[in-house]
C-alpha cells in the first residue's frame, strides 16, 4: 500500500539544522525519521513517560532494545520518505538567549557593550513559516490499511501541522528494476544494501544526512503512464507525473547491513 500525504504547516517549524553563531538555521526538508515520530508515535512507537539513567541522552533511533526505537514501524512493515517541500517560505525571529557560563554573561542596558538597546546575550532562528506544504509517502507491507492521523506536532516548538492522506491504489503500482531517478529526497541508511548510488546531492542535517535528486540502480517502485493520470484527473488531485521509490526500504537496512 502506498500513502500520499500533503503536509501544510499552520505554525512555524523550527529545527536546528545548522547553527552559524547567533543564527539557528532549519533545513527546508523534513527528515523521515522526524516524521515517522510525529505519525505513529501513538499507534506504534512507545512513549516512555520519563527516560532516566545512562538511556536518557542516549538516540535510539535505531536499538532494538530501546523502548521509543524505530525498529517497530519495520515490524509492523511501515516506512515514511523524507518529505520535499512543495512550496515554503522563512521566517527569522530573535530570542533572548538564556544566561549561562559558557555562553555569555547577561549586562545591564548602559554597561560596556550593552550600550545598544537589546541584551547583549540574542539569537535569530531562522524557521519554516506558516502555509509551507511538502509532499511525503508512507509504504506499508501487504494489503493492511493503515490510520494515518489529520494532525500532528512537529520540530522544537512541537508545531501544528495538517495532515491530509490520500491513498494509491495497489494496481497502479509496478515493481522495476534497473536504474531509475528520483526527484524525492532519501536517507541512505535506510536503503537496501543491494542499492547502488550513481548520483546525488547531498543534504546535511542531523541525525542523518539526506540525499536528494539522487540516481540510483536497483528495484523500484514506479506510479507513472495513463492510467495513473486518468485516476489523478478524475479525483482532481494535483499529484506528481510520476513516482518512483526505492523497494525494501526499512528503518536502518543499510546501518544494519554495515554493523
Not at 492521523?149 to 495538517?162: D, E, M
Not at 490520500?166 to 544494501?193: H, K, M, T
Not at 526505492?246 to 554493523?259: E, L, N
Request: positive net charge.
Amino acid at each position: 500500500m502506498l500513502y500520499a500525504c500533503t503536509l501544510t504547516l499552520h505554525d512555524n517549524v523550527f529545527f536546528a539544522t545548522r547553527e552559524m553563531g547567533t543564527l539557528y538555521e532549519t533545513e527546508k526538508y523534513l527528515h523521515n525519521w522526524a516524521l515517522s515520530y510525529a505519525l505513529f508515535s501513538v499507534s506504534h512507537i512507545p512513549q516512555p513517560y520519563r527516560v532516566k539513567g545512562k538511556t536518557a541522552q542516549k538516540p535510539s533511533y535505531l536499538d532494538e532494545e530501546a523502548e521509543q526505537s524505530l525498529h517497530h514501524l519495520n515490524q509492523a512493515g511501515i516506512y515514511v520518505f523524507p518529505a520535499r517541500p512543495l512550496s515554503w517560505s522563512y521566517q527569522i525571529n530573535t530570542f533572548k538567549a538564556a544566561q549561562s557560563t559558557y555562553y555569555g554573561r547577561s549586562k545591564q542596558f548602559g554597561e560596556k557593550g550593552a550600550d545598544r538597546n537589546y541584551p547583549i546575550n540574542y539569537g535569530r532562528a531562522k524557521e519554516l513559516a506558516v502555509n509551507s506544504r511538502y509532499r511525503t509517502y508512507i509504504l506499508t507491507a501487504g494489503e493492511k490499511k493503515i490510520s494515518i492521523p489529520q494532525w500532528i506536532r512537529l520540530g522544537k516548538w512541537a508545531a501544528k501541522v495538517r495532515v491530509e492522506a490520500v491513498e494509491i491504489p495497489s494496481s497502479l503500482v509496478r515493481a522495476r528494476q534497473g536504474e531509475y531517478l528520483c526527484d524525492r529526497p532519501l536517507n541512505p541508511l535506510d536503503l537496501d544494501p543491494s542499492t547502488q548510488w550513481l548520483l546525488y546531492d547531498r543534504v546535511v542535517m542531523p541525525p542523518v544526512s539526506l540525499f536528494s535528486q539522487a540516481q540510483l540502480s536497483g528495484n523500484y517502485w514506479e506510479v507513472a503512464g495513463n492510467a495513473w493520470e486518468n485516476w489523478k484527473r478524475e479525483r482532481s488531485l494535483d499529484l506528481e507525473n510520476a513516482i518512483r521509490l526505492p523497494r525494501d526500504v526499512r528503518y536502518g537496512a543499510s546501518y544494519v547491513a554495515t554493523a
